[in-house]
């Protein structure tokens, strides 16, 4: 297994070489390579003036604390109501209203938002937070509604009582629908929140990719846009990390696959 790893590790980096390489190559022999498609090289030699003056840092901070935020604010609620999903009277109280919210996607929420809260943090809050909800209800609901049945009677003939129920016998058992909801609806948000500064906000990576398109700065651009690439991979593997080591079971599974 380890032997694989650093075979994956190995293919994933060369993987990233032949893309860069590709990208210089191509960029070098397009004949408005300098406007519209800067080569890697000129990329990173502008990297230390857009670092050096500070704001790509507190554009990078300012993206995570709206996604950070609004992703809080989502999941909790998703995972509320996902749990109350699992009451037929509320599930087919909320089905139809649900039904019809779901498949407006969050990015057309825009106008409203802007509208109800103006320019800011707020409405970034807002989106991501929609954005978070429903892959976080998904998963709560069926996470909780595959739980096997024989063993919460079993549970109950031993004489737990209903919190070690839930914390031993259920909570287990949906906890991995939970966080894999959690780590698609956290991919789902930090897009949402990139695009939403693009038009309500005043700082943020989305912003700053704004700023820089309508001034003709293509190398800042596509900073921004890598940056953005980066720290989406970070945060997948943050909640990677997190199944890991909530889900400790899974970890011994596979260790024992492994031998």
Not at 70 to 99: D, E, K, M, N, Q
Not at 143 to 169: C, N
Not at 180 to 203: D, H, K
Request: aromatic share 10%.
């Amino acid at each position: 297994m380890r032997r694989r790893g650093r075979v994956n590790i190995l293919l994933m980096a060369i993987g990233v070489a032949v893309f860069f390489a590709t990208w210089e190559v191509t960029a070098r022999i397009t004949r408005f390579h300098s406007v519209l498609l800067p080569p890697p090289s000129a990329v990173a030699l502008e990297f230390p003036d857009c670092w050096a003056g500070g704001t790509l840092l507190s554009d990078t901070l300012a993206s995570l604390r709206r996604v950070c935020g609004g992703f809080f604010l989502g999941a909790t609620l998703g995972a509320f109501v996902g749990g109350l999903y699992l009451l037929w009277p509320v599930r087919a109280f909320l089905s139809g209203i649900l039904g019809l919210i779901r498949p407006i996607p969050p990015l057309a929420w825009v106008g409203l938002a802007l509208l109800w809260f103006g320019f800011g943090d707020r409405p970034a809050y807002f989106l991501v937070a929609l954005g978070a909800f429903f892959p976080t209800l998904n998963g709560t609901y069926l996470g909780f509604s595959r739980v096997e049945v024989a063993y919460v009677k079993a549970a109950e003939a031993l004489g737990l009582e209903r919190q070690a129920i839930f914390t031993k016998v259920l909570l287990p058992q949906a906890l991995p629908s939970i966080l894999s909801s959690l780590r698609v609806a956290m991919g789902v948000a930090w897009m949402i929140v990139v695009t939403a500064e693009l038009v309500g906000a005043q700082s943020g990576l989305g912003y700053m990719i704004q700023v820089s398109r309508a001034q003709l700065q293509v190398e800042r651009v596509i900073i921004g846009m890598l940056v953005i690439g980066v720290v989406g991979a970070l945060l997948n593997l943050v909640m990677i990390i997190a199944e890991w080591l909530l889900l400790p079971w899974r970890r011994r599974g596979r260790e024992l696959t492994a031998e």
